[in-house]
């Protein structure tokens, strides 16, 4: 059985019973306990677990892209030297939300297992908790597996989500692989490269609170998953994961572009595997979203990009060679992840263009890292330079070092990063804490989510269902109902006013507390406000008028960026406010000016064309189908709203719109910026925003006119005549200098002593003290010149200037005198320039300068003597 007809099947054998097929989630998960990566197939479904949201449905099935990368499940340590490790993976899964539990879970497990995908039974192993008593018993006389392969163990076989949470016993199918893969005994005392583990049912039926006290759940989950590549090792009987038609035509590719035979090596085949492996990780983590950078997932998928390139290296790879790998995973996987096919080629233009830029430093980098490894271990200072000017990340020069049995300081590494970011970062202030989420999730089991009417009316009549004291002596106030738009997909919240019989609040922001209930945030400015009144919830209208127009300015921009630069622009990031929106986007160089014009254009012609703006709920299905555009980091469900902006922006938005494009009114981009590599800024403002830019900078041009006497249009050619006459004048002033210097130059050679003059000058400019050094060289029978003074911006200023014919050179003249007074200079034989900081020193520094010339006369002298 080949992957594709696995996850048919898999897939097939849930939906006959009753599961919902349920796609892939993004790389990029939601949940704010989620770690950077999804990393398992539950992962989209944290928040049902949890009971922050009802789950659309009953039952569900999924084959879910997941990364190990980072942080607690990361399998970088295994990866190519075991069976079964990869760092992308496909994992196969099936839930119950409060449906069928351990009975049904454990029957259709078996009877997929060996009647549908063609595991011998006889081969199977289980294990259950100590305590599972129900498993056991339906393994044993529901199945008919022998006791015999079934083994109880204790927290191995015990899950839980985190410290605290959802939990409960789990049951792990492992296939015994046979004796030439390690000693017999089961999972629980046998060779773990004989009995692998390849699927995990999780019997989600207790609660684990803060104190480890362990509660019932009111509703039990099952919660399964199993690894695809694990399954396909084990069924097409392949020693490892590699060997898979998933991931061998990608090994494959690597020898043939390394001349490398697989299985011919041990350290090159572990290469090979790694290589094999990042291809897909970095071609799955660029497709949803993720820009090479040296930040958070950034960094992470950066340094995949980077590892992959420096094992091409171990394998002779001398040349890019990335580009046909990203090419071979996505033949072999389009057809799974439509998404990946459809942004084919700005992927692997993200990656080839990050490779690119790796290559201009590994040579000299690596060479680097050599030199290290030589010596028996590499400092901390080293790799953090490795890190820092090279790109080298530390993960890569710690396996590069760890092959060669050699250390590296990371301790020291840390350090110099710590230092870094210490002098990089910003103070943080005003931060508020939230209350603990219990206190949240109570309400919400008491009164549901939050009603938003908020697209429909600006003043709601509410009960108020709680009020809490909140951060810096204000109040978070919850209602069943409410006009007030919580802040999410970069729309920031409403303000406004929440008013009872005895009380009014001044909502300050609106947020989400957990999903689905809104917290608003306010301070109390008359009477109070209680629990279970009547209210009405008004919002700042004309604040959210100029959000909307914003926000749906945000999406014709958009648009119009991918019109002109292409359409491997993505969103990365957004803010919109009232006074102006913020768009991060991907885009490998700086945008031109007449780019930036033609977005402009673009999206100004869109709003004359004033088009109707649409904005409805759909399935997510319906809106791929429709060709709508997700927005990166956003979170969708399987019902979604899709903002169709005039006839040419569709994308998937839960945000607030205007109802035309018209009423945008003018959109304006203020700025365009660099934030990382690969990764562009704009700001722009809409409406009235642009219009009070748009007077702002008339005023200012107009003040501006008046200071150069001319009118309003003629300011570009009033600030050329005065740039003219300032040259002019500049010339003058240099031509005076020069004129000065010649006349003081002749009174300094006057009191040349042997042809050479050392002497200060204080006050001068730098520049100035030079050309007075070269007016005294011109001077007839001066052989050197050496001048130092106090400039006026502070410091040393020293000057070093040797006719060709003197046996002198003007850098000695100033080598002792420079780091007399902290500071040092160029290496010039006729005419040398030094600083320094320290001029109380200088005196001596001259004193060193004289000497120098001095001493280097007497030695050309005792040259010449006969017999020498």
């Known amino acids: 059985m080949d992957a594709n007809a696995l996850r048919r099947a898999f897939t097939s054998f849930f939906e006959e019973r009753g599961h919902t097929r349920v796609g892939s989630a993004s790389l990029i998960p939601h949940h704010p306990s989620a770690p950077l990566f999804t990393n398992s197939g539950m992962m989209q479904f944290v928040s049902y677990f949890l009971g922050e949201e009802a789950a659309p449905w009953p039952r569900a099935a999924s084959i879910q892209k997941c990364v190990r990368l980072s942080g607690k499940h990361n399998d970088l340590g295994e990866l190519g030297r075991t069976r079964r490790h990869l760092t992308f993976f496909e994992m196969l899964g099936n839930w119950s939300f409060g449906d069928y539990f351990k009975e049904d879970a454990i029957r259709w497990a078996w009877t997929l297992l060996t009647e549908v995908v063609g595991f011998d039974g006889d081969r199977l192993w289980v294990t259950v908790h100590v305590d599972d008593d129900e498993a056991e018993a339906i393994w044993h006389e529901g199945v008919g597996l022998p006791l015999g392969r079934i083994q109880r163990l204790d927290k191995e076989n015990f899950w839980e989500m985190g410290p605290t949470g959802p939990c409960g016993p789990d049951s792990e199918i492992h296939f015994d692989c046979g004796p030439e893969w390690g000693e017999e005994g089961g999972p629980a005392h046998g060779g773990a490269d004989r009995y692998i583990e390849f699927w995990n049912l999780v019997f989600m039926s207790s609660f684990r609170h803060p104190d480890g006290r362990l509660t019932d759940l009111p509703r039990h989950n099952i919660d399964t998953g199993g690894g695809l590549e694990r399954w396909l090792m084990l069924l097409q009987g392949v020693p490892t994961v590699f060997d898979t038609d998933a991931v061998r035509p990608l090994i494959e590719v690597a020898e043939s572009l390394s001349n490398t035979t697989y299985g011919a090596d041990a350290r090159r085949d572990v290469a090979l595997r790694v290589v094999a492996d990042h291809a897909r990780s970095m071609t799955f983590l660029v497709g949803d979203g993720v820009v090479p950078s040296n930040e958070d997932r950034g960094y992470v998928v950066r340094s995949v990009i980077r590892r992959a390139v420096t094992r091409g290296q171990q394998l002779g790879i001398d040349r890019p060679f990335l580009g046909p790998l990203v090419r071979r995973t996505i033949e072999l996987l389009g057809h799974a992840y439509p998404d990946l096919a459809s942004g084919a080629d700005v992927v692997v233009e993200v990656i080839e263009r990050e490779e690119h830029r790796f290559r201009q430093t590994l040579s000299t980098g690596s060479a680097l890292l050599d030199i290290e490894l030589a010596r028996g271990a590499v400092p901390g200072e080293v790799a953090f330079k490795l890190h820092d000017t090279y790109g080298f990340p530390i993960e890569v020069t710690e396996e590069m070092a760890a092959e060669r049995g050699v250390t590296v300081d990371r301790r020291g590494f840390d350090a110099a990063m710590a230092a870094q970011r210490a002098r990089g970062k910003e103070a943080r202030r005003g931060a508020t804490a939230d209350l603990p989420v219990e206190v949240y999730r109570r309400l919400v089991d008491r009164c549901g989510a939050t009603e938003f009417t908020g697209r429909e009316e600006n003043q709601t009549k509410a009960r108020v269902l709680e009020v809490v004291a909140g951060a810096e002596g204000g109040v978070e106030i919850f209602l069943d109902r409410t006009p007030f738009y919580a802040e999410s997909g970069g729309q920031v919240g409403d303000t406004g006013t929440i008013v009872t019989d005895?009380?009014?609040?001044?909502?300050?922001?609106?947020?989400?507390?957990?999903?689905?209930?809104?917290?608003?945030?306010?301070?109390?400015?008359?009477?109070?406000?209680?629990?279970?009144?009547?209210?009405?919830?008004?919002?700042?209208?004309?604040?959210?008028?100029?959000?909307?127009?914003?926000?749906?300015?945000?999406?014709?921009?958009?648009?119009?960026?991918?019109?002109?630069?292409?359409?491997?622009?993505?969103?990365?990031?957004?803010?919109?406010?009232?006074?102006?929106?913020?768009?991060?986007?991907?885009?490998?160089?700086?945008?031109?000016?007449?780019?930036?014009?033609?977005?402009?254009?673009?999206?100004?012609?869109?709003?004359?064309?004033?088009?109707?703006?649409?904005?409805?709920?759909?399935?997510?299905?319906?809106?791929?189908?429709?060709?709508?555009?997700?927005?990166?980091?956003?979170?969708?469900?399987?019902?979604?709203?899709?903002?169709?902006?005039?006839?040419?922006?569709?994308?998937?938005?839960?945000?607030?719109?205007?109802?035309?494009?018209?009423?945008?009114?003018?959109?304006?981009?203020?700025?365009?910026?660099?934030?990382?590599?690969?990764?562009?800024?704009?700001?722009?403002?809409?409406?009235?925003?642009?219009?009070?830019?748009?007077?702002?900078?008339?005023?200012?041009?107009?003040?501006?006119?008046?200071?150069?006497?001319?009118?309003?249009?003629?300011?570009?050619?009033?600030?050329?005549?005065?740039?003219?006459?300032?040259?002019?004048?500049?010339?003058?002033?240099?031509?005076?200098?020069?004129?000065?210097?010649?006349?003081?130059?002749?009174?300094?050679?006057?009191?040349?002593?042997?042809?050479?003059?050392?002497?200060?000058?204080?006050?001068?400019?730098?520049?100035?003290?030079?050309?007075?050094?070269?007016?005294?060289?011109?001077?007839?029978?001066?052989?050197?010149?050496?001048?130092?003074?106090?400039?006026?911006?502070?410091?040393?200023?020293?000057?070093?200037?040797?006719t060709p014919d003197s046996g002198l050179t003007a850098s000695a003249l100033l080598a002792d005198a420079a780091r007399t007074v902290g500071g040092g200079g160029g290496k010039a034989a006729d005419l040398a320039v030094a600083g320094g900081r320290h001029p109380e020193h200088l005196d001596q520094a001259l004193d060193q300068a004289r000497a120098a010339a001095v001493g280097a006369q007497v030695a050309g002298a005792e040259k010449k003597l006969p017999g020498q």
């Open 502 to 802: 005895t009380g009014r609040a001044e909502v300050l922001d609106t947020t989400f507390a957990l999903p689905g209930l809104h917290r608003h945030r306010a301070r109390i400015v008359e009477g109070e406000v209680l629990e279970g009144q009547e209210a009405v919830a008004a919002i700042d209208d004309e604040r959210r008028q100029a959000i909307r127009r914003n926000h749906t300015g945000t999406h014709i921009l958009h648009w119009a960026l991918r019109q002109v630069l292409g359409d491997h622009v993505k969103q990365q990031g957004s803010l919109v406010g009232p006074e102006y929106l913020r768009f991060d986007f991907s885009h490998h160089a700086a945008t031109s000016p007449e780019d930036l014009a033609a977005v402009e254009d673009l999206a100004n012609g869109e709003v004359l064309a004033n088009d109707r703006v649409r904005h409805y709920e759909t399935t997510k299905a319906q809106a791929v189908e429709v060709g709508a555009i997700a927005f990166f980091g956003d979170k969708y469900g399987e019902i979604v709203r899709v903002l169709e902006a005039g006839r040419h922006s569709v994308e998937l938005c839960g945000g607030t719109h205007v109802s035309a494009l018209g009423d945008i009114g003018p959109i304006r981009i203020t700025s365009e910026s660099s934030i990382g590599a690969n990764q562009r800024r704009i700001f722009a403002t809409t409406g009235t925003g642009t219009l009070e830019r748009v007077r702002r900078d008339r005023d200012e041009l107009a003040r501006a006119a008046a200071l150069l006497a001319v009118p309003p249009d003629e300011v570009v050619g009033g600030v050329q005549r005065l740039r003219d006459d300032l040259k002019e004048a500049r010339d003058l002033l240099k031509a005076a200098q020069r004129s000065a210097a010649g006349a003081g130059a002749a009174g300094l050679a006057a009191g040349a002593v042997d042809g050479v003059v050392v002497a200060r000058r204080d006050s001068l400019r730098r520049d100035e003290l030079k050309d007075l050094a070269l007016a005294v060289r011109q001077q007839a029978g001066v052989r050197a010149v050496v001048l130092g003074g106090a400039p006026p911006g502070g410091g040393v200023a020293l000057v070093a200037a040797v």
